[in-house]
């Protein structure tokens, strides 16, 4: 899937300010004091982001409950956060998965306990047979 020049951007400053936030912070902390931080971060770059954004959860009309985005970035960037030792598949998972059920085709896994904030980031393309 191509992505337009606009979502490559905002990709690269969403990154850009995670790397600010870790290059500040450094690994080690609790995933909420990186999330306080990334939205001070969005906030000085003017980037337009929704921070635990509830959406609900339905299966087959149903409701089921709701879930939490950790960011919905300009409405088509999903960005889910981490702060972890070791890197799950299930949290790829997790972020397909927030991705179909908000019809968000891109989206960013973000690990900030690593030495090298690089090495934590994941970007993920939800394929059209998903």
Do not use: W
């Amino acid at each position: 899937m191509d992505f337009t020049t606009e979502e490559n951007q905002l990709t690269g400053q969403v990154i850009a300010a995670a790397i600010e936030v870790h290059r500040i912070l450094g690994p080690g902390l609790l995933e909420s004091i990186y999330e306080k931080a990334l939205c001070c971060e969005f906030s000085l770059r003017n980037i337009s982001f929704e921070n635990q954004k509830i959406l609900p959860v339905m299966y087959k009309g149903e409701g089921l409950g709701e879930y939490r985005l950790d960011f919905l970035v300009n409405n088509e960037l999903v960005v889910e956060l981490k702060a972890v030792d070791r890197f799950d598949p299930v949290f790829e998972a997790q972020i397909l998965t927030y991705m179909k059920i908000t019809q968000v085709q891109l989206g960013l896994l973000i690990n900030f306990n690593v030495p090298l904030l690089k090495n934590g980031i994941k970007r993920m393309v939800l394929s059209q047979k998903e």
